[in-house]
Nanobody, 126 residues
């Protein structure tokens, strides 16, 4: 079984930065959790969950939602079993619960992720 634990959320002023972390534990289907493709999603109050960014198992491939491209960077350190989301130039519309997800490939993690964390709240004030 794969467990994902997010941290790093908080309150920040518009224009500020935050770095989220997603620590992965366990294994499934013969693969350590740290080697799964990972993605970040977010859900604002009253809105549907939306994709933010994804990264493949070794960090060699990444993809972003248009709304965060150029401001957010996803990365990973497999030695630390952790994926990061560096968020710069934050806007009030970035306010949401950010959730980490894992899957065997980038396509799966974006469309039908196998595992989900509990989420961390990010609030951007004006």
């Amino acid at each position: 079984q794969v467990q994902l634990v997010e941290s790093g959320g908080g309150l920040v002023q518009a224009g500020g930065s935050l770095r989220l972390s997603c620590a992965a534990f366990g294994a499934a289907s013969g693969r350590a959790a740290s080697l799964y493709a990972k993605a970040w999603f977010r859900q604002a109050p009253g809105k549907e969950r939306e994709f933010v960014a994804a990264i493949n198992w070794n960090g060699g491939d990444t993809t972003y939602a248009d709304s965060v491209k150029g401001r957010f960077t996803i990365s990973r350190d497999n030695a630390k079993n952790t994926v990061y989301l560096q968020m710069n130039s934050l806007k009030p519309e970035d306010t949401a619960v950010y959730v980490c997800a894992a899957g065997p490939t980038m396509f799966v993690v974006r469309t039908n992720a196998n595992y989900w964390g509990q989420g961390t709240q990010v609030t951007v004030s004006t």
